[in-house]
């Protein structure tokens, strides 16, 4: 056989190793046996060209494929490892030949094909039709068979175990029971029937118009409840009645929370296609809170009209719909000791308002006549809120004190509270409650005789609070005559004015900051001070110009002079100079000496010393006009009493506080945290406490002394002798007292503070009169069998500064401010220093206060701004409305 002919390979067993081994024969050159040759699958792509003289097999590379594709194979398969991929070239790294190559085996299949196989760039990562098709089918499958799951398992509530609220029990100081209020469950279930169809149709109207026809839900409302708690706010309105009825039904729990708002919808979806809408309705009316302790419309009709729900009038009906949105800011009575803003005027306004709107809505809505709704255009009359005994006396003003402390100073809401549970151990003392109570009382029956003098002695009201100073606990407060009669607490704010009791946070300013330099300009004058001692001379001249701190005479936006008057128009100190010492000036309450103390100070470093002291920033008024320093401002009974326990303390600042600690039923979950700033120096408080001992010694307090013990206190005394103070210290207890005519009828929107001439058959009421009395002896019994302590020794501060300006010639009749020219007309007076609407006005009743000047008397006080007729009438005579007088025009 020729050498150049191929002997044609054998058949060959074990697979593709031996067909490899067979084919290692081949000569160079050749080309590898057709496939079916040798019965390798090898061999597909191989062309077979037989001995010398021979035909090939198959026609070329296109029969070859058709050959390849009858035996089976449809496609090229990717090389081999040895064969090679291209035509005449080796067939793999260690042998010669040529193969096509043969495709990669597939992967296995699966079940997502995500990243997609075989795509490339982008397309590899969008998912194809049917893997969103699929994922979409599977998750809503699922949230169904969830949805069916939690649908099974809640179950509709009974009415009958909702709203069981719990006890709050209040403790004394020394542990033992208060009382226990203020979670009972105040609620009588009545049957639809019962409730008026125009208290159904106000709730419908201005809660969910579509209640009769709706599912029970409100998708959007929900979506916007989880989105906000998502986002970490609170849920949102918009709930159905239904959802609302569930909610009360609920109380168990009320967190704020995802999965409870699901479990509220889940529960409302089977209320609503479970329960009738006559049902739901009743149970949402009988559930509901319309405050005043009360659940339910039964218990709101007998708490706001004593009276039976089912004979509510539309007006009322629209009345205690308006309470279901927060009868703390709709209860005409007011809840400011649950928030300042919550008072009855603004809950008389913001009552009236929605209860016209829920009106409006139900004529609209085909519920009521437009005849039938035109006989509701005021407030229904509304019974005092306070009937339960057990809050009779000052106990129910020491627990919503107590209250308002725990909403305004920890994570006990409000709601919390009403829920009840909890044990709240407050700072009050039984003993010194009772003591200040009896010292009120006995002064009050002794001297205010309103059968006797009906104008002078009607509307007298008292208010009181005594603090310690070394801890700022609030041991006792005296809130007015019973908190079942007169639910305004007086130891809280009231608007009373505190006059010259200011004075001393005056003084603390002018030791420790100083006076500022007048020879400098405004800025290097903050820099450079000089620190005030008590012995500095200031004039006590009445009608005294009072003068910026450079020496420029103070004038107002009309260019008008301000003459600072006295108490009394009296003049203290030797003429013609009337020097008077700063200790002196505070013995005998003279406004001048303070108010030009106040501006050499700087009236913001006296705001700074208030606040520093304890007084809040909200209650000080007119902090840019020379008549701050001599009290304008309107702080609490509590906080005058704290304040003046700075001074008590040599400096150390402690805010009043009422409750200590707070259990529930999981352990304790409050207790009160000291927390002490020095607001001034030892000596700058010593030296003010020192020369507070000097007015009790021997000056406008001497009603204040107590026997064997050291008293610092002060007086204060208001222009229209519209209120009186005192308040006073030991180093153990610090005690204010403040009296004032106040109309107390409720049903008047624009309560005025009335003047207090002739009350109690004297001439004018001081705060050295009845304040100082009862301060007196309330502090000798709360005190007894306790140590007389002194205070410390102050060290001597500051720098004596002469103030008083050097005698000038009497001034020609040109020249004098009483000269007789034509009295000013009213436009060009009624303009005045007083603190504009927006600095002082936040009670309605004192912007409609004008009261007069000041005249006679031993305490130094404040006036109110003139009205036209006032001014006009006695030209620059007449008081300017803070203690001062106009010089009028110069500019």
């Known amino acids: 056989m020729s050498e150049h002919r191929r002997k044609p390979p054998q058949p060959q067993g074990g697979g593709r190793a031996a067909a490899r081994r067979g084919q290692s024969g081949s000569s160079s050159g050749r080309r590898a046996a057709p496939r079916g040759a040798t019965g390798s699958p090898s061999d597909a792509y191989g062309l077979n060209y037989g001995s010398a003289g021979e035909e090939p097999s198959y026609g070329g590379r296109a029969e070859a494929r058709r050959a390849a594709q009858r035996s089976g194979g449809g496609r090229r398969r990717a090389a081999e490892p040895g064969r090679g991929g291209r035509r005449g070239m080796p067939d793999g790294p260690t042998g010669p030949g040529r193969g096509r190559g043969r495709a990669a085996v597939p992967g296995k299949k699966r079940i997502i094909d995500y990243p997609r196989a075989g795509k490339y760039g982008v397309a590899r990562w969008v998912p194809s039709w049917k893997l969103v098709a699929g994922l979409f089918i599977g998750f809503f499958g699922s949230m169904v068979a969830v949805a069916g799951i939690a649908y099974a398992m809640v179950g509709v509530p009974d009415i009958a175990k909702t709203a069981e609220a719990q006890n709050n029990v209040f403790y004394w100081a020394d542990g033992s029971e208060m009382v226990a209020t203020g979670g009972e469950t105040n609620r009588q279930i009545v049957n639809l029937s019962q409730i008026p169809k125009a208290m159904q149709y106000a709730v419908i109207s201005q809660e969910n118009k579509t209640f009769y026809t709706d599912s029970g839900i409100d998708p959007k409302g929900i979506a916007r409840a989880v989105f906000n708690m998502a986002r970490g706010g609170e849920t949102q309105g918009g709930s159905t009645i239904t959802q609302q009825y569930v909610k009360n039904a609920m109380l168990d729990d009320q967190s704020q929370t995802i999965s409870r708002k699901f479990k509220e919808i889940f529960v409302s979806i089977k209320v609503g296609t479970t329960v009738s809408k006559d049902q739901i309705m009743a149970g949402y009316l009988n559930s509901a809170y319309y405050g005043r302790g009360a659940y339910g419309i039964q218990?709101?009709?007998?708490?706001?009209?004593?009276?039976?729900?089912?004979?509510?009038?539309?007006?009322?009906?629209?009345?205690?719909?308006?309470?279901?949105?927060?009868?703390?800011?709709?209860?005409?009575?007011?809840?400011?000791?649950?928030?300042?803003?919550?008072?009855?005027?603004?809950?008389?306004?913001?009552?009236?308002?929605?209860?016209?709107?829920?009106?409006?809505?139900?004529?609209?809505y085909g519920h009521l006549s437009a005849t039938e709704r035109a006989k509701y255009t005021t407030l229904p009359k509304w019974q005092n809120p306070r009937s339960n005994n057990k809050l009779s006396g000052q106990v129910g003003y020491l627990v919503d004190l107590a209250k308002a402390y725990l909403v305004n100073n920890t994570n006990i809401s409000a709601d919390d509270l009403q829920k009840g549970g909890y044990s709240i151990y407050t700072t009050f003392d039984k003993k010194k409650v009772k003591e200040l109570e009896t010292a009120v009382t006995n002064v009050q029956k002794a001297n205010i005789k309103p059968k006797q003098r009906p104008k002078t002695d009607t509307h007298v009201q008292f208010g009181g609070a005594s603090v310690d100073p070394t801890t700022g606990a609030i041991k006792a407060i005296y809130g007015g005559e019973d908190a079942t009669k007169h639910f305004t607490n007086n130891a809280d704010v009231t608007g009373a004015q505190i006059g010259s009791t200011m004075k001393p946070f005056v003084l603390a300013a002018a030791m420790?900051?100083?006076?500022?330099?007048?020879?400098?300009?405004?800025?290097?004058?903050?820099?450079?001070?000089?620190?005030?001692?008590?012995?500095?001379?200031?004039?006590?001249?009445?009608?005294?110009?009072?003068?910026?701190?450079?020496?420029?005479?103070?004038?107002?936006?009309?260019?008008?002079?301000?003459?600072?008057?006295?108490?009394?128009?009296?003049?203290?100190?030797?003429?013609?100079?009337?020097?008077?010492?700063?200790?002196?000036?505070?013995?005998?309450?003279?406004?001048?000496?303070?108010?030009?103390?106040?501006?050499?100070?700087?009236?913001?470093?006296?705001?700074?010393?208030?606040?520093?002291?304890?007084?809040?920033?909200?209650?000080?008024?007119?902090?840019?006009?020379?008549?701050?320093?001599?009290?304008?401002?309107?702080?609490?009974?509590?906080?005058?009493?704290?304040?003046?326990?700075?001074?008590?303390?040599?400096?150390?600042?402690?805010?009043?506080?009422?409750?200590?600690?707070v259990t529930s039923k999981d352990g304790t979950v409050f207790t009160h945290e000291d927390k002490v700033t020095q607001a001034f120096t030892s000596a700058v408080a010593d030296n003010v406490t020192d020369v507070l001992k000097t007015v009790v010694e021997k000056g406008t307090g001497t009603n204040a002394q107590l026997p064997g013990r050291q008293v610092a206190g002060k007086t204060g005394t208001t222009d229209g002798n519209k209120s009186a103070w005192f308040v006073g210290y030991t180093p153990q207890l610090s005690t204010s007292i403040t009296m004032f005519r106040y109309d107390d009828d409720e049903s008047q929107k624009n309560r005025t503070f009335l003047e207090m001439y002739g009350t109690g058959g004297q001439e004018k009421i001081h705060g050295a009169s009845f304040p100082a009395e009862i301060w007196h002896d309330y502090m000798a019994e709360a005190l007894k069998g306790t140590e007389a302590k002194d205070f410390p020794t102050p060290e001597p501060i500051g720098e004596v500064v002469n103030d008083v300006p050097s005698p000038t010639p009497t001034p020609t009749p040109s020249e004098t401010l009483t000269s007789p020219t034509p009295s000013p007309t009213p436009s060009e007076t009624l303009t005045s220093p007083s603190p504009t609407a927006s600095e002082s006005c936040r009670f309605s009743w004192q912007c409609t206060d004008t009261g007069g000047t000041d005249t006679g008397g031993t305490d130094g006080g404040v006036t109110s701004t003139p009205t036209a007729t006032e001014s006009s009438g006695n030209g620059n005579t007449r008081g300017n409305g803070n203690g001062g007088l106009f010089g009028g025009s110069t500019g």
């Open 512 to 661: 420790q900051w100083g006076v500022r330099d007048k020879s400098l300009g405004p800025e290097q004058a903050q820099d450079e001070r000089t620190q005030v001692s008590p012995k500095s001379l200031y004039s006590g001249k009445n009608k005294l110009k009072i003068k910026d701190y450079d020496g420029t005479i103070w004038k107002n936006e009309k260019g008008q002079e301000w003459l600072q008057t006295n108490d009394g128009n009296e003049s203290y100190g030797s003429p013609p100079n009337y020097q008077i010492d700063l200790r002196e000036a505070m013995r005998e309450s003279v406004n001048s000496a303070f108010v030009q103390l106040g501006m050499d100070v700087g009236l913001d470093k006296v705001k700074e010393a208030a606040i520093a002291a304890g007084l809040k920033k909200d209650s000080l008024a007119g902090t840019s006009f020379p008549s701050f320093s001599i009290g304008i401002s309107d702080p609490s009974a509590i906080r005058m009493a704290g304040a003046y326990g700075t001074f008590a303390s040599s400096g150390k600042q402690r805010d009043p506080f009422s409750v200590t600690k």
């Open 299 to 364: 218990a709101a009709a007998r708490a706001y009209f004593n009276k039976d729900a089912v004979d509510l009038k539309p007006g009322e009906c629209a009345f205690l719909a308006a309470m279901l949105k927060g009868a703390t800011y709709y209860d005409p009575a007011g809840a400011t000791s649950l928030d300042p803003a919550a008072t009855p005027q603004a809950n008389s306004k913001r009552a009236l308002a929605q209860m016209q709107d829920t009106l409006d809505k139900m004529v609209e």
